[in-house]
């Protein structure tokens, strides 16, 4: 069971993406762990080019990320992720079937010797032809992904979209800090930015309001703490 501060933490951690890159690579660790994984990565597709970006995995033997890369046409779930509904994930078990996935040529390249019996897809965004997910891939040891899975990954894929769109990874020349300030301005909860030492890097003003009551957070010099 994924507690409330794990939630928040990882939820974080999302949005922390959206302003440092390469903080994507912890994110996806962090879920494939959430989600009982053995494997994961984020790409982006392109139908209209028909090309495939692995822009990082986890735990991927370097035969695999070949394999991938070179047969990413063959993969029959390509298509379903260009059309599926952004705000649900997608199983490969449920959705397309294992048997019938087995039964592609894709798997038999790829997958075959592989530990895998499941495989969700987050859709994280898509423009006009561009997609961009986070894949888990479960192994046999923990079985397929199951409803209590779906609504768990339900609850992430609205931040892990909002950080994608900020982060402007299906498009080119974004303010992605400016972007994140003016979400925060609309919102009528207190909000925060924070660096690891709690300086605070922006707050909304919900949240100056809120540190004034000093109900439950404060800010001393330039840095958010609980209040005693």
């Not at 790409?43 to 070179?70: A, C, M, T, W």
């Not at 950080?163 to 609309?186: H, N, P, Q, Y």
């Not at 660096?195 to 809120?210: K, R, W």
Request: aromatic share 6%.
């Amino acid at each position: 069971m994924l507690s409330v501060p794990e939630f928040s933490e990882i939820v974080g951690d999302i949005y922390e993406s959206a302003l440092e890159p390469s903080r994507w690579q912890h994110v996806v660790v962090r879920l494939c762990e959430v989600f009982r994984g053995i494997r994961a990565d984020m790409v982006i597709v392109d139908g209209l080019k028909g090309n495939f970006e692995l822009q990082l995995h986890h735990n991927y033997p370097q035969s695999l990320v070949e394999g991938l890369n070179r047969d990413f046409l063959l993969n029959p779930l390509s298509p379903l992720v260009l059309v599926h509904p952004l705000g649900d994930p997608l199983l490969s078990d449920e959705t397309y079937g294992l048997a019938e996935l087995k039964k592609s040529l894709y798997f038999q390249r790829n997958l075959q010797n592989i530990d895998v019996v499941d495989v969700m897809v987050l859709p994280l965004a898509r423009k006009m032809t561009r997609g961009a997910m986070i894949n888990i891939s479960r192994g046999a040891a923990v079985g397929p992904f199951d409803q209590a899975d779906s609504d768990v990954a339900r609850l992430f894929l609205p931040h892990l979209q909002r950080a994608i769109d900020i982060s402007g990874l299906l498009k080119r020349g974004a303010d992605a800090e400016a972007s994140l300030e003016a979400m925060l301005a609309t919102m009528s909860a207190a909000a925060w930015i924070v660096a690891p030492d709690g300086t605070i890097l922006h707050a909304n003003e919900a949240a100056g309001a809120e540190a004034a009551r000093g109900a439950l957070l404060r800010v001393a010099d330039d840095r958010l703490t609980a209040a005693l």
